[in-house]
């Protein structure tokens, strides 16, 4: 038999973790000296803490652990669940990673004054091949591209005839999940499509407040700072849905810094 501190040497568990571990039930020493009050625990004990402290390092909380150890259940279950809150959690991390490196990047940006020239734009009446779906998030967007292009594909369409080419955001708000986009490309000359997914149509012409942005998406917010203020100081509103023009998309240029992203907002 081993008193408190000699078991908390051996065991690698601090004697205030040990009282813990007593009050919970989870380990109670072997036996209690009921005049000294001293606790004494066994060398068949470690076994179990082995057990508990490689629990623990699984991320398991101790009444988790305390179930796990009483309960006659096939841990399976427990690694299993545990396994799939490891996978939520690493999600957050890559998007917590995600955001840092935005920060990071975005540091530069603030420390020069921003720059972004707004134009006034009239674009005109155009036919466009479209495509729309509600997505998980923006970041789906390319996987839109694809099927479009599939589709076209199917229909044997030259993908030379197509011109601009955008995305249009229907939703009301911001989205983080589950929004509404449209992808259209403009043609020229007469073009029939068989595709259930792929529209043809008309769209009008639209006024908008837009800004050219090379590079990085991570620009948007100050971009969209730069179209709030030109709007307001010219007195004009937001009318219709905001839409960006890819003149140099990822699809066609890996490099990060020659995309060339026009950002649209359609005014009144």
Known sequence: ??????????????????????????????????????RYYSSKQLKK????????????????????LTTENSLQ???????T???????????????LQ????????????????????????????????????????????????EELAKEKVNLQQLGQHKAIFHDK??????????????????????SKLVQVKKEPTVKAATVIMNGSYHQVSYVTESIACWIEDHQYKIEGKMFNIYHVSPTQEKEVEKWVTEICFPIV
């Open 49 to 68: 803490v082995n057990k508990i402290q490689r629990l623990k390092e699984l991320g398991f909380s101790l009444s988790e652990i305390k179930e796990m």
């Open 173 to 194: 708000e911001y989205k983080e999940k589950n929004v509404d986009v449209e992808i259209q490309a403009s043609f020229k000359g007469e073009l029939n499509l068989n």
């Open 77 to 83: 279950g427990y690694f299993e669940k545990r396994e």
């Open 102 to 149: 935005r920060s990071i990047h975005s540091l530069k940006y603030q420390k020069e004054p921003l720059n972004y020239h707004v134009q006034l734009k009239y674009f005109p009446e155009q036919q466009v091949v479209s495509l729309r779906s509600n997505l998980t998030s923006y970041q789906e967007e390319g996987k839109l591209w694809s099927i479009l292009y």
């Open 85 to 99: 809150e490891v996978e939520v959690e690493l999600e957050k991390l890559a998007h917590q990673k995600k955001m």
């Open 1 to 38: 038999m081993y008193k408190i501190g000699e078991f908390s040497k051996l065991s690698t568990i601090s004697v205030r973790m040990l009282r813990h571990y007593d009050q919970l039930n989870l380990l109670n020493p072997q036996l209690i000296d009921t005049e000294s009050g001293y």
